[in-house]
Every structure is written in structure tokens, then in C-alpha cells.
């Protein structure tokens, strides 16, 4: 049967249609061939249908393609577009640094100020410094919402130029939901001690294990739950820190580096002074206990001596 099929394809020659019909009358009479003989009437009917079927389905499919197009392999289905992750739960702590050269410190910073509280949020502290050549600077720390930062950034940005942009954030997601979950747990077991506490029982020992418990998970509940307020004050308002300085050069003019080195010098020469003087100060009673005391050894000394020579003189004298 075999070799018959395949001589009956040979022979065939013609279009692609009838070779791909033959092919499949092949396919399914060499099928029946090789099922098993011991198989019953039934069987081989639902076989003959599930047969007869497949030829059915087959048969569409081989459809004869348009005249001078190529066999092509289908193409595989697309790929599911990548989801972006969500990042609206993730706990994350943003902080940025700028250093924005002005030539008004003092209008920069109450802009800054004002733009701040439009947008949200509040000035935390504020501290100004003038150096030696006369510039002026100032350091704003700001707290405006997270999802408000970066147009804060671009608004602070647009004051002045920028000489140092910094930008940095935490993620604390991971600490943040185990925290919580241990905050759960530890309410859970104060409900229990609570339970336990108000059971009956003559035990005065077991009252008191169990208030010094209670008291100890209290304790770490409220140490949780400071550790979470932090957490989400540090999540919900970032740290904007924004420092205001003036141009180089445009404080007191180009000679006020000098007279600053000057002054520099006085003021090293004149606390030398006052070194001195304190030193003097307090040595000058040791000075003068010591001078007494030496001038009055001196003066013991000549008496001595003097009385020395005397002594010898008469001695001298008696001995002629």
C-alpha cells in the first residue's frame, strides 16, 4: 500500500492543490493501516470517524496559495507588551541639593520661599553667612510633597544658575511592610495579654509576668509606630536643601580678598597680645614673691660673708 501511494504521488505531477491532496489521503491510509487488528467494530468506527474528521479540518488549510507567492512559515504571535512596574506602593525617600548662584541672595531666597509655599509645602530652616571677600550666601532646607519635587527643582532652577545639582532617593519598601507587619503582630499579642489580664486567676505571679510583658510589647509597639510616622513623613514630603551665592567677585570688589587677610592678621597679632597679657597677669604675683625672696636671700648672703671676712681679719690679727 505503501509503495502504491508513493507511486500514485510520482505519476500525479500536476499542481501543488493535488500533490497536497494525495499527501493527505497518504497520511490517513497509512494510519489505518498501522492501527491495531485487535481492536473492536466500535473503536475502529470512532477511529474511522475521528479519521474522517481530521481530513475534514485538514483540507481547509492546505488551500492553494496565490499565484507567484512564496511558501512563507507563519509568523509567531507577539509578545505581551512588559508591564511597567507599579510604583505608586513603593516607599521611597527623595532628597535633592542645589547651589544656585544669584546676584541677590536676599530677593532669591524670598522667591524661593514663596514658590515653596505655592506649591505645597514649608520652609524647615533658613541660615545666611557672609564670608571675607563681602558674598553673601544662603542656605534654604525646604519640605515640599514628593510628587511636587522635581517641579520645584526646575522652578528653584529657574532663579539663577546652577552650580551643583544633586539628586538622590531611598527605597525603604521592603522595611517599611515588614515593619508593619511586625507592628501587626506585636498589637495582636497586646490583645491577648489584654485578654490575659482580665481572666480570673489567684495567681500573683502570673498577674505580674504578665503586666511586665504587656508593658514591654507596649514599648516596642509605640517604638514601631514612631519609626512609621518618621517613615511617612519622609516619604510623603522630600528634602529639598537649596543654597543661594553670589557670583565670585562681586562682593566688596577685587582688593577685598586683601583686606581681609589684612584684618586676618591684626586680629592674630592682637589675641597674641592678649595671650600675653593674661599670661603676665597670672604670673606676676609669682614674679614678685620670687624677686622678695631673692633679694632677701642675697642680703642674708652679703651679711654672711661680710661677717666671714671680719672673723678672719681679727683672727689674723690675734695670731701676729
Given at each position: 500500500m505503501k509503495e502504491f501511494v508513493t507511486l500514485a504521488i510520482i505519476k500525479m505531477g500536476g499542481s501543488m492543490k493535488l500533490r497536497l491532496i494525495a499527501l493527505s489521503i497518504s497520511v490517513l491510509l497509512l494510519t489505518a493501516c498501522n492501527a491495531p487488528r485487535q481492536l473492536d467494530e466500535g473503536v475502529a468506527a470512532g477511529k474511522g470517524r475521528s479519521g474522517e474528521a481530521?481530513?475534514?479540518?485538514?483540507?481547509?488549510?492546505?488551500?492553494?496559495?496565490?499565484a507567484g507567492a512564496e511558501m512563507e512559515a507563519a509568523p509567531p504571535p507577539?509578545?505581551?507588551?512588559?508591564?511597567?512596574?507599579?510604583?505608586?506602593?513603593?516607599?521611597?525617600?527623595?532628597?535633592?541639593?542645589l547651589t544656585i548662584e544669584v546676584r541677590n541672595v536676599d530677593d532669591a531666597a524670598e522667591r524661593a520661599k514663596s514658590i515653596t509655599v505655592k506649591i505645597g509645602g514649608f520652609v524647615a530652616s533658613t541660615d545666611s553667612y557672609e564670608d571675607d571677600a563681602g558674598q553673601k550666601a544662603m542656605q534654604l532646607t525646604l519640605r515640599v510633597p514628593s510628587d511636587r519635587l522635581d517641579a520645584s527643582i526646575d522652578a528653584m532652577k529657574s532663579l539663577g544658575r546652577v552650580r551643583e545639582d544633586a539628586l538622590k532617593g531611598e527605597d525603604i519598601t521592603e522595611q517599611y511592610f515588614d515593619l508593619?507587619?511586625?507592628?501587626?503582630?506585636?498589637?495582636?499579642?497586646?490583645?491577648r495579654l489584654l485578654a490575659l489580664l482580665e481572666t480570673k486567676t489567684n495567681k500573683l505571679k502570673d498577674l505580674l509576668d504578665t503586666e511586665r510583658e504587656l508593658a514591654r510589647v507596649r514599648e516596642s509597639i509605640e517604638s514601631m509606630e514612631g519609626r512609621k510616622r518618621f517613615w511617612d513623613n519622609r516619604v510623603a514630603l522630600s528634602t529639598l536643601q537649596v543654597t543661594f551665592v553670589q557670583p565670585?567677585?562681586?562682593?566688596r570688589g577685587i582688593f577685598a580678598p586683601l583686606s581681609g587677610s589684612i584684618q586676618?592678621?591684626?586680629?592674630?597679632?592682637?589675641?597674641?597680645?592678649?595671650w600675653l597679657i593674661v599670661i603676665v597677669s597670672a604670673a606676676l604675683p609669682w614674679l614678685v614673691l620670687f624677686f622678695f625672696a631673692s633679694w632677701g636671700g642675697l642680703k642674708l648672703l652679703r651679711i654672711w660673708v661680710r661677717h666671714?671676712?671680719?672673723?678672719?681679719?681679727?683672727?689674723?690679727?690675734?695670731?701676729?
Open positions: 481530521m481530513f475534514a479540518r485538514a483540507m481547509p488549510a492546505m488551500a492553494p496559495a496565490p507577539p509578545e505581551a507588551p512588559a508591564q511597567s512596574p507599579d510604583i505608586s506602593s513603593r516607599k521611597i525617600m527623595r532628597s535633592a541639593n508593619e507587619i511586625r507592628l501587626a503582630n506585636a498589637r495582636k499579642l497586646e490583645t565670585r567677585g562681586f562682593g586676618r592678621a591684626l586680629s592674630a597679632f592682637t589675641a597674641s597680645v592678649a666671714r671676712r671680719e672673723a678672719k681679719k681679727k683672727k689674723e690679727q690675734n695670731g701676729e
